[in-house]
């Protein structure tokens, strides 16, 4: 069974700081993988997605790359702005359209 | 827009009523989902359907109901809800296994 960890779990940085948010699992057989944002109260925003034949994607200040023979993926987001506060989580698609999502990373970003 | 649309957004009821929350889509998907979100267990799938008429169990299927007669509709349905149904419900769609998932707005569910 598909076991998805972030780390961390939360975390704090001053605005404008380079950043880097990971996610692991366990299942290298994957259709694709997918980070979304979370804010509160609201759904879920598609970030990135990354198929299972690519290395890495890129939207602006984000860039999303995966590693499937480690079983890993980082986020990073560049020059970070308040606005980019919120939860952040990954989700890794396998057969029968399943995701399979990480708990998230819970980002505040300080003025 | 392009839109996955939840109703209603909030919902309080009691044991044992059921309910209903409708889940559309105005992007033509052949995939939906449903998923419940709970403090500590993340994200879970409930249901999720290939296409018309064709539905299969998620993870955490047990108490829910759902059906697929029309492509953009994919209701879940609780036919006796108990309070550890207590959740934010999502649904989501995606135009083909391995594409990009679209979720709605959520659904907050208090069941007393």
């Known amino acids: 069974k598909q076991e998805v960890t972030q780390i961390p779990a939360a975390l704090s940085v001053p605005e404008g700081e380079n950043l880097v948010l990971n996610c692991s699992f366990t299942?290298?057989?994957?259709?694709?993988l997918q980070w979304f944002r979370q804010d509160p109260g609201k759904g879920l925003t598609s970030l990135l997605l990354?198929?299972?034949?690519?290395r890495e994607q890129t939207s602006g200040r984000l860039n999303a790359s995966l590693d499937k023979s480690s079983g890993r993926s980082t986020l990073y987001i560049a020059a970070s702005q308040p606005g980019d506060s919120a939860t952040y989580l990954c989700a890794l698609e396998t057969s029968g359209s399943r995701l399979t999502f990480g708990e998230g990373t819970q980002l505040t970003v300080n003025p | 827009e392009a839109q996955v649309t939840q109703n209603p957004r909030y919902l309080i009821t009691v044991t044992g009523k059921k309910l209903t929350v409708t889940c559309s889509q105005n992007?033509?998907?052949?995939?939906m989902s449903w998923y419940r979100q709970d403090p500590g267990l993340g994200l879970r799938q409930i249901y999720y359907s290939m296409n018309v008429e064709v539905t299969d169990k998620g993870d955490v299927p047990e108490g829910y109901k759902v059906s697929r007669k029309e492509k953009r509709n994919f209701p879940l349905i609780l036919e006796s809800p108990s309070p550890n149904q207590t959740s934010l419900y999502f649904c989501?769609?995606?135009?083909?296994?391995?594409?990009?998932?679209?979720f709605g707005a959520g659904t907050r569910l208090s069941v007393l």
């Open positions: 992007m033509n998907h052949e995939y």
């Open positions: 299942d290298s057989a994957i259709y694709n």
């Open positions: 990354i198929q299972s034949s690519q």
């Open positions: 989501a769609s995606s135009f083909s296994a391995g594409g990009r998932w679209y």
